[in-house]
Nanobody, 115 residues
Framework: QVRLEEPGGGLVQPGGSLRLSCVGSGTILSENTMGWYRQGPGKEREMVARIRSGRDPTYGESVMGRFIISRDNAKQTVSLQMNSLIPEDTAVYYC?????????WGKGTLVTLSS
């Protein structure tokens, strides 16, 4: 069983930056994909970024060049550095792990862009 906790959301001004972190408990192997998804108001959940050890990270088109994902396998953490934030980035952000064909989700953390 994997549990994910992702504190760190909040209110940010457009153009600002925010870093989200997610800590996993249970067993998360380096070959398991870790990542972030988000769901904005009235929108479907979408992939933001994901990373698997030994491979290049993958980013959603809307965040490419602005967000950076990283992971620490020893600490079982995955982080998302969000830069140049825009109002369209307002969403609940979910940490995700895929392991042995199963999907594990955090409860989500709200990021709100407002001036």
């Amino acid at each position: 069983q994997v549990r994910l906790e992702e504190p760190g959301g909040g209110l940010v001004q457009p153009g600002g930056s925010l870093r989200l972190s997610c800590v996993g408990s249970g067993t998360i192997l380096s070959e398991n994909t870790m990542g972030w998804y988000r769901q904005g108001p009235g929108k479907e959940r979408e992939m933001v970024a994901r990373i698997r050890s030994g491979r290049d990270p993958t980013y959603g088109e809307s965040v490419m060049g602005r967000f950076i994902i990283s992971r620490d396998n020893a600490k079982q953490t995955v982080s998302l550095q969000m830069n140049s934030l825009i109002p369209e980035d307002t969403a609940v952000y979910y940490c995700h792990v895929r392991r042995c064909g199963m999907n594990y989700w955090g409860k989500g953390t709200l990021v709100t862009l407002s001036s």
